[in-house]
């Protein structure tokens, strides 16, 4: 699938690969709350700041990817109708 904000094509049901060989490190200079740093630092120490920030990363990515598939179906097919959003729950609540 394309996605036009992007260009990038992705399978809309992946999950995020580990490379093999790790990536090597980027430094970036942030400004965060201090208060978001201390509690992130008390749970973490000071070691596990950067992979905290990694995943909150890898997490607002894969979200924003998530809305561009959806932004791509809706655009593709139109919103779902109430009644199939129904039909879709009943099974759903069937099948439970």
């Known amino acids: 699938m394309k996605f036009p904000t992007t260009g990038a094509t992705i399978c809309p049901m992946s999950t995020p690969a580990?490379?093999?060989i790790p990536e090597r490190a980027t430094k970036r200079s942030i400004s965060l709350?201090?208060?978001?740093?201390d509690?992130?630092?008390?749970?973490?120490?000071k070691t596990g700041f950067s992979a905290v920030i990694a995943e909150a990363l890898e997490q607002w990515l894969a979200m924003a990817k998530l809305r561009e598939v959806v932004a791509?179906?809706?655009s593709e097919f139109g919103t779902v109708?109430?009644?199939?959003?129904?039909r879709a729950?009943?099974?759903?609540?069937?099948?439970?």
């Open 72 to 74: 791509a179906d809706r």
């Open 39 to 45: 509690e992130v630092e008390e749970r973490t120490g």
């Open 81 to 86: 109708s109430d009644d199939a959003l129904r």
């Open 89 to 96: 729950e009943e099974e759903w609540s069937a099948s439970a």
């Open 33 to 37: 709350a201090s208060s978001l740093v």
């Open 18 to 20: 580990q490379s093999p």
